[in-house]
C-alpha cells in the first residue's frame, strides 16, 4: 500500500530527437498526396492561380481590344478559343477573367470568415445570452437561401463586384460561426483554458491565443470549400447583370453574353463555362481532401 | 502536529456551488445539482489537506469554485484574511499568482500549439513577476526544479510524456512564485511509478518553496502518501477531517470506514473485514434528508433520516458529522 519511491529522473534524451511537428507535417502532406483527387484539385487550384498571376505575360491579346473584322471566329492556331461577338480573344478574356473570379472568391470568403469567426468566438466563450443572441441572428441570416439574400444586398447596394463581394461573403458570416462556436465550446472545456485563466490571464488574451489557434483546421477546411462556393455564386450573379458589367472580362458576364450566340458560336459561353466548372471542382476536391487530411481517424 | 499554533492561509465558509440543470416542464421548480454543500474548512501554511471521496462528491467543484474558475453560489473564501469572492476582476487576476492548480490530464492541461518556453514565458508575462531579460534563466532554473533539461524548451507539449508533462504544468505554476497549488488529481492520469516520481517532486518543492497544498484526490494511498490532514467528502458534504493517521488508524465516520476497508491489501492470505456498501449514490440534485449517507450506512438510525449530523470535534483535532460516531463499532 505504501507507495515505492523513486527518485529517477524522466529520461528525456531516450526520445527521439526528429521533431514531431515536423513529422505532423508529413503525415499531413502523405495523407493529401495519397488522397489523389485532393492532389488533382490542388494542381488545379495552383494553375489558375500562376493563370491569374502570368496572366499579362500568357495572354496573346489584350482582353478589351475590339477587332470587329475578326468577330466570332471559331477556335483557330491564332485565336486558341476563338473571338467573341466584337472580336475579342477569349482565351485572353479568360486569363484574366481569372484574377476577377478568384479575387472576388478570395476576398468574399475572407470577408466572410472574419466576421464569422469573430462572432463564433465570442458566442462560444462567453456562452449564455450573448451566444444566444449572436447564433439567433446567425439562424435569421441562414433561414435566407444564399443567393436570395446577396440579391437583397445588391438590390440595396447596387450591381457592382464589390457588392457582389460584401453579398456572397455576407451569407458565408453564418456558416463559418456556426462551426467556430461548435469548436470553441469544445476546446473552451480543456484544461489548458482552465490553467492560463487561473494564471490571470484575460479574456482577449485566452481567446486570441489559447482558442484561436487550436480551431484552425475546420475553419480552412470551410473556408477551401466555401471558396467554390463564393465563385461559383459571384460569377452567377454576374450572369444576372448584377455583378461585373461588360467589357468587364468576368467569366459570367462572358457566359451571359454568349448566351445570344449559343448555336452560331457555342464556344463564347463554352470556355468561360468550362473555366468556372473546372476552377469549383478543384476547390470542391481539394476542400475534401483537406478535410480527410485534418480528421485524426483518417491516419493509420 | 500542533496545527491549531500554525497560521491559517485558507479559510473556507458555508461554500456552496449549486449548478442549475434543465428543467423538464415548464412548470416544475428550477432545480440545481448541489455538487458542493455548505462546506467549510481551514488550510493552514505549509501543509497539505487532502480531499477524499468518490468521483461526484464535489472535490474537484470545491477546487474550481475556491479558484473562482466556477464563480461559487454562496460562502466565503479567505486567503490569508482577503476575501477571495469579493475581488473584482483585475484584483483578482492579480491574486492569481499566489493560487496555481496543477491538473489531472497531462495530455489536456498544455496547450498543444505552444513550446515549453513559450508556456513558460507567459505565465511569467501574464503575472510580471520576472523582468524580460531574466526570464531565460528563470526558465531553467525552473526546469531544474522539476527534472526536466534544458532542451525542453523548444519543444511541443506533444513530445513529452505524461509524466514529463506533468512536470511542465508543475513548473508552470511555480513559475509565478505560488504560495498554494491545488493539485486536482494531480497524479491521478499517471501510472504507480510516475506517480511516485511526482508525489516525491511535489513534497519536495513543498519543503524547498514552504507551499501549501490542497491535494484532490479518489486515490487512497496517494492520499495516505502525500498528507498532513485529510479531508473526506459525500455527496457535496465534509463527512470527516483530521490528522493522517489519526484518520487511517481510528476512522469515526461509517463512509470513512467503508472507504479505507476498501484499499487493496498486497497480501492475498490476510483475513479483513471489509464493509461493503449497498445501493449507488444518490443523486446530488435531490439529495437524502438528514444525513446523507444514512440510505446506505449500515448503522442509520431514525434520528439519522431527520436531522442533518454537524460537524463535531469528537477527538482533537478529528471533526466528524455522524451523530452516532461514539457508539460504532471500531
Redesign the interface.
Known amino acids: 500500500m505504501t507507495v515505492e519511491v523513486k527518485t529517477e529522473q524522466p529520461n528525456i534524451a531516450a526520445k527521439s530527437f526528429i521533431s514531431k511537428k515536423e513529422s505532423r507535417l508529413k503525415d499531413f502532406l502523405s495523407i493529401l498526396i495519397q488522397n489523389k483527387a485532393a492532389l488533382v484539385g490542388a494542381i488545379i487550384i495552383l494553375i489558375y492561380i500562376f493563370m491569374a498571376m502570368f496572366a499579362p505575360l500568357l495572354a496573346p491579346y489584350s482582353p478589351y481590344e475590339i477587332d470587329l473584322e475578326n468577330k466570332l471566329t471559331p477556335p483557330s492556331s491564332e485565336h486558341w478559343m476563338g473571338t467573341d461577338d466584337k472580336g475579342r480573344d477569349i482565351l485572353s478574356r479568360i486569363l484574366y477573367g481569372s484574377r476577377l473570379s478568384m479575387g472576388v472568391g478570395f476576398a468574399a470568403v475572407l470577408f466572410g470568415a472574419f466576421f464569422g469567426i469573430i462572432f463564433g468566438l465570442v458566442a462560444g466563450y462567453y456562452g449564455k445570452w450573448v451566444d444566444t443572441i449572436i447564433m439567433r441572428m446567425m439562424d435569421v441570416m441562414l433561414a435566407f437561401p444564399g443567393i436570395l439574400l446577396a440579391l437583397a444586398i445588391i438590390a440595396a447596394l447596387g450591381p457592382s463586384l464589390i457588392n457582389v463581394t460584401i453579398a456572397v461573403g455576407a451569407f458565408s458570416v453564418p456558416l463559418f460561426a456556426r462551426i467556430v462556436r461548435g469548436s470553441t465550446l469544445e476546446v473552451k472545456r480543456l484544461e489548458y483554458i482552465d490553467a492560463i485563466r487561473s494564471l490571470g490571464a484575460n479574456d482577449l488574451i485566452i481567446i486570441a491565443k489559447h482558442i484561436f489557434p487550436n480551431i484552425l483546421s475546420p475553419i480552412i477546411v470551410q473556408g477551401t470549400l466555401r471558396l467554390a462556393t463564393a465563385i461559383l455564386s459571384a460569377a452567377g450573379l454576374s450572369f444576372l447583370g448584377l455583378g461585373a458589367q461588360p467589357p468587364s472580362p468576368e467569366w459570367g458576364t462572358m457566359l451571359s453574353s454568349g448566351r445570344d450566340f449559343l448555336f452560331s458560336a457555342p464556344y463564347i459561353a463554352l470556355f468561360p463555362g468550362l473555366a468556372i466548372s473546372i476552377l469549383v471542382l478543384g476547390f470542391n476536391i481539394f476542400g475534401d481532401g483537406l478535410r480527410d487530411a485534418f480528421d485524426p481517424r483518417m491516419k493509420k | 502536529m500542533e496545527t491549531a499554533e500554525k497560521k491559517i492561509i485558507l479559510q473556507v465558509d458555508h461554500l456552496k456551488q449549486y449548478f442549475p440543470v434543465k428543467k423538464d416542464s415548464f412548470f416544475k421548480p428550477k432545480a440545481y445539482v448541489k455538487a458542493v454543500d455548505d462546506i467549510s474548512f481551514e488550510l493552514y501554511e505549509g501543509e497539505t489537506l487532502s480531499i477524499v471521496g468518490e468521483s461526484g462528491c464535489g472535490k474537484s467543484t470545491t477546487g474550481?469554485a475556491i479558484?473562482r474558475?466556477d464563480e461559487p453560489t454562496d460562502g466565503k473564501v479567505h486567503y490569508m484574511g482577503q476575501d477571495i469572492l469579493g475581488l473584482n476582476k483585475k484584483e483578482?487576476?492579480?491574486l492569481?499568482?499566489d493560487?496555481?492548480?496543477i491538473?489531472?490530464?497531462p495530455f489536456?492541461?498544455?496547450?498543444?500549439?505552444q513550446t515549453v518556453k513559450q508556456i513558460l514565458n507567459?505565465?511569467m508575462a501574464?503575472?510580471e513577476v520576472v523582468d524580460k531579460p531574466k526570464r531565460k534563466d528563470r526558465m531553467l532554473e525552473l526546469l531544474g526544479y522539476v527534472?526536466?533539461?534544458a532542451?525542453?524548451l523548444d519543444?511541443?507539449p506533444?513530445?513529452?510524456?505524461g509524466?514529463?508533462r506533468q512536470?511542465i504544468?508543475i513548473a508552470?505554476a511555480l513559475a509565478?512564485d505560488p504560495k498554494l497549488i491545488i493539485c486536482d488529481e494531480a497524479v491521478s492520469a499517471l501510472d504507480?511509478?510516475i506517480?511516485?516520481?511526482i508525489?516525491?517532486l511535489l513534497k519536495n518543492l513543498q519543503k524547498q518553496f514552504k507551499l501549501t497544498f490542497l491535494f484532490i484526490s479518489h486515490d487512497l494511498?496517494?492520499v495516505?502518501?502525500i498528507s498532513d490532514r485529510v479531508m473526506v467528502m459525500y455527496l457535496g458534504k465534509v463527512v470527516e477531517i483530521a490528522e493522517k493517521k489519526e484518520l487511517f488508524d481510528s476512522p469515526l465516520h461509517p463512509y470513512t470506514q467503508a472507504l479505507l476497508s476498501s484499499?487493496?491489501?498486497?497480501d492475498p492470505t490476510l483475513k479483513r473485514d471489509r464493509v461493503i456498501l449497498k445501493g449507488d449514490v444518490p443523486s446530488p440534485i435531490d439529495p437524502p434528508r438528514g444525513c446523507r449517507f444514512h440510505t446506505r450506512c449500515p448503522f442509520a438510525v431514525e434520528k439519522c433520516k431527520q436531522e442533518e449530523p454537524p460537524l463535531r470535534e469528537l477527538v482533537k483535532n478529528h471533526f466528524v458529522s455522524c451523530h452516532i460516531a461514539e457508539d460504532l463499532p471500531v
Do not use: C, T, W
Not at chain 2, 108 to 113: E, Q
Not at chain 2, 158 to 161: A, D, K, N
Not at chain 2, 263 to 266: D, L, S
Open positions: 474550481r479558484l474558475l483578482m487576476r492579480k492569481r499568482g493560487l496555481q492548480v491538473f489531472q490530464d489536456a492541461s498544455l496547450n498543444p500549439r507567459e505565465a501574464i503575472q527534472g526536466l533539461s532542451e525542453s519543444r511541443y506533444h513530445e513529452f510524456s509524466g514529463q512536470r504544468g508552470r509565478v504507480v511509478s506517480q511516485a516520481q508525489l516525491n494511498s496517494v495516505r502518501h484499499i487493496p491489501v498486497p
